[in-house]
């Protein structure tokens, strides 16, 4: 049975989200403030939260930030209830890692249906990875990272030399698979069945690796913030990279530089 965790101060409210998810069959936890709310997350490691913004003691980007630099919470879904989403409040949210964003007050469907689209890509992602090898190889302790200026190593292979030396010198821009294509002078299709054939691996997942790898050494070698470091390695929002990192490594990116660095 699916365990959702409702973090809502409002007893009412917290009630009718209780009440609605009950009669979906859902497997329910409630939680009257964000200090319990992660308490009863780490306790219980629901498959998905659904957490208020505005509480006292501990506030919804407060829970968020502690669920999400905690290994075994870091990808619980994540939704975020708010009488009001301003711009600057979603991508704050973003930021942090939340999923998605309801605004009060929310219908049962409306609150459902991003239910089901959490736990459906969640779903997705795990069965995707789970039939593939991992896109890329966790980087080596601290001790021993690469150094900032290190790339993946990409197999010789004639035909491809030139797809990856267009890979090693764009990756920090947003290239796609067009791109790549377009420069090489094979259609995409074609290109895409090749990289399969040659290395197992999608042209867009090279480029993943690239920027994976140099997101990890500049994390380690800099005082960047994540930010700085998404920006640099190509990605114009930093929510997607903070997706793709933990992907790639199962944590954030900025858990995974305090670990490393301890």
Not at 212 to 232: P, R
């Amino acid at each position: 049975m699916t365990k959702v965790l409702v973090i809502e101060d409002e007893t009412e409210s917290r009630n009718i989200f209780l009440e609605c998810l009950e009669a979906e069959g859902f497997d329910t936890i409630g939680a009257e403030n964000g200090l319990v709310g992660v308490e009863k997350a780490q306790e219980h490691l629901p498959d998905l939260i659904i957490c208020d913004v505005v509480m006292p003691q501990l506030d919804g980007y407060g829970v968020l930030s502690s669920l999400r630099q905690n290994q075994g919470t870091a990808l619980i879904p994540f939704i975020f209830l708010t009488a009001k989403s301003t711009t600057d409040e979603i991508r704050q949210g973003m930021k942090l890692g939340a999923d998605d964003y309801l605004t009060k007050p929310t219908t049962a469907e409306e609150l459902l249906g991003a239910i089901a689209t959490r736990l459906e890509k969640q779903a997705t992602i795990r069965e995707w990875y789970a039939a593939r090898s991992p896109q890329v190889t966790p980087p080596p302790p601290a001790d021993t990272a690469p150094s900032a200026n290190t790339q993946p190593t990409s197999p010789a292979n004639p035909l491809l030399n030139e797809v990856f030396d267009f890979i090693e010198a764009n990756y920090h821009q947003s290239i796609n698979l067009s791109d790549v294509a377009q420069v090489v002078g094979y259609a995409p299709a074609y290109l895409t069945d090749l990289m399969r054939r040659q290395t197992g691996k999608t042209v867009h997942q090279w480029i993943v690796e690239h920027r994976m790898t140099k997101a990890c050494s500049l994390l380690l070698e800099t005082k960047q913030s994540v930010e700085q470091i998404a920006e640099a390695v190509g990605y114009q929002y930093v929510g997607c990279f903070f997706r793709q990192f933990r992907i790639s490594f199962g944590t954030t990116p900025q858990v995974w530089r305090n670990a490393q660095r301890n």
